[in-house]
């Protein structure tokens, strides 16, 4: 039966969920069965249904969002509990644990206690953690006896588990239980499963109640090359999640490394916009802004929508960040830089956005046109009205916006550096007229008394 536990406690809890605690609790008495009896407990006092094909005791393994640290700290759970027998459990496992402790400390070789102590720590630390937190991380920060660190995932998996209850963690105590995981990564650095840990163990002191330790050990660790490419993009949405004014800095630093801006763009950008702190919206603006110190294009050369959105999303949310993206209209603009501002200001959405946009148009192929442009006037000029009976399914209808045409004429007088792209949006605004109709009361050229005609015969030169 040892072997398959796991499958007879999944079918004890799918046939007998209500009378399978008093069960459970006998097998949890017997070491073969320990660690799936325990989990099985966790799993009644639960409120939802156990799954056939995830089996509770990989419950830790789950991919966990570091933002629901703060959500867990304001009082959310993470899992819906039976507040009965939550309690119940938590006790249940206290008294195991306990009973195990004094078993320990009789026995000639203590230390083969440890990996069953810290099994029901983890579950303990996902049912009841708030309230046991420091039974669990006294087990927690057990030495590992043997030459491997089997205990590194058992130790990470714990102080996630409360992070996810909403405690903050001791920095000294959780430094004291990972430091041993980060030296035996430092010892067997060629070996990838043995470094994976690290990245687990950075995101974890993040959250501490010393976060500048957390923010000095990243530096430390990135000195060493301890975290891979791979781990790199969980620990920079780590730092996003972290609340940590100097976290922006260290995400800048880490973007300093071309090899590593080329692998993490779309994470890195998303990690800003979630620290939301005053350092990254600046390092946000410093794609679109000549006076900041540059980020490489490699974070968004594959791909520049999520940047985009997040400062559309900056500058709806802050008029003097809207304000100051029209000022850098007029500053120096590298093409990039006005690509990707002419890309935002359409975005916006309002009137005075779009006639800004149209400032960034350049004859010589140096400006801020593009396809969203395009698109944008097009919705402007063009109504797609949806048709009641399909929201799939719209009507083309003309409608005017006279200022866009009057701003459109006076760059195509006017404008030596920009009338041949006026120009050519005034045709594509005409072509769109002799397609959908004009509006009532919109002029063929709405500068005919200032003895201007439109359609112009020659292209202008």
């Given at each position: 039966m040892m072997s398959w536990t796991v499958w007879y406690v999944q079918a004890i809890l799918h046939m007998a969920r209500t009378d399978a605690k008093d069960l459970l609790t006998r097998l949890l008495l017997e070491p073969e069965y320990e660690e799936d009896a325990a989990w099985g407990l966790f799993q009644i006092a639960r409120t939802d249904a156990?799954?056939?094909?995830?089996w509770p005791r990989n419950w830790p393994m789950r991919n966990k969002d570091f933002d629901f640290v703060w959500r867990a700290r304001a009082g959310e759970s993470e899992v819906s509990f039976s507040g009965?027998?939550?309690?119940?459990?938590?006790?249940?496992l206290r008294d195991r644990i306990a009973a195990i402790q004094a078993e320990r400390t009789a026995a000639e070789y203590p230390e083969d206690f440890d990996g069953r102590l810290r099994t029901l720590a983890n579950v303990l630390a996902e049912v009841d953690g708030r309230n046991s937190v420091d039974l669990i991380l006294e087990i927690t920060a057990l030495a590992e006896s043997g030459r491997y660190m089997y205990s590194a995932w058992s130790r990470i998996n714990a102080l996630e588990a409360l992070l996810m209850q909403g405690v903050?963690?001791?920095?000294?105590?959780?430094?004291?239980?990972?430091?041993?995981?980060?030296?035996?990564?430092?010892?067997?650095?060629?070996?990838?499963q043995q470094v994976g840990p690290v990245t687990k163990a950075l995101c974890i002191g993040l959250f501490t109640d010393d976060t500048q330790s957390g923010i000095a050990r990243v530096r430390e660790c990135l000195d060493e090359k301890l975290v891979s490419?791979?781990?790199?993009?969980?620990?920079i949405k780590a730092l996003g999640s972290s609340r940590i004014e100097e976290a922006a800095g260290l995400l800048a630093d880490i973007v300093a490394d071309n090899a590593r801006a080329q692998y993490v763009g779309d994470e890195w950008i998303q990690a800003l916009k979630r620290?939301?702190?005053?350092?990254?919206?600046?390092?946000?603006?410093?794609?679109v802004d000549p006076s900041l110190p540059p980020m490489p294009t490699q974070l968004i050369s594959h791909y520049g929508g999520r940047l985009i959105d997040c400062l559309v999303g900056l500058a709806q949310r802050d008029s003097a960040i809207r304000q100051r993206m029209y000022s850098l209209v007029d500053t120096d603009l590298s093409a990039a830089q006005a690509k990707i501002l002419g890309k935002v200001l359409v975005k916006i959405g309002n009137l005075e956005s779009l006639l800004r946009a149209l400032d960034l148009l350049k004859?010589?192929?140096?400006?801020?046109?593009?396809?969203?442009?395009?698109?944008?006037?097009?919705?402007?000029?063009?109504?797609?009205?949806?048709?009641?009976?399909?929201?799939?399914?719209?009507?083309?209808?003309?409608?005017?916006?006279n200022e866009i045409r009057l701003k459109l004429f006076d760059m195509v007088k006017n404008d030596p550096l920009r009338k041949k792209s006026a120009w050519s949006l005034l045709n594509e605004i005409e072509k769109w007229r002799m397609q959908f109709g004009r509006?009532?009361?919109?002029?063929r050229s709405p500068s005919v008394e200032a003895g201007f005609s439109w359609p112009l015969e020659n292209e202008p030169n």
């Open positions: 156990p799954t056939s094909t995830i009965s027998l939550r309690a119940e459990v938590a006790t249940i903050v963690l001791p920095a000294a105590k959780t430094c004291e239980i990972l430091e041993p995981v980060m030296q035996h990564a430092r010892e067997h650095r060629w070996d990838n490419f791979e781990g790199l993009r969980s620990l620290l939301d702190a005053p350092a990254a919206r600046e390092l946000l603006l410093s794609f004859d010589d192929g140096s400006d801020g046109s593009s396809y969203e442009l395009y698109r944008g006037l097009e919705e402007v000029f063009v109504e797609h009205r949806p048709l009641q009976e399909s929201s799939n399914t719209y009507t083309m209808v003309p409608r005017a916006s509006p009532d009361g919109e002029p």
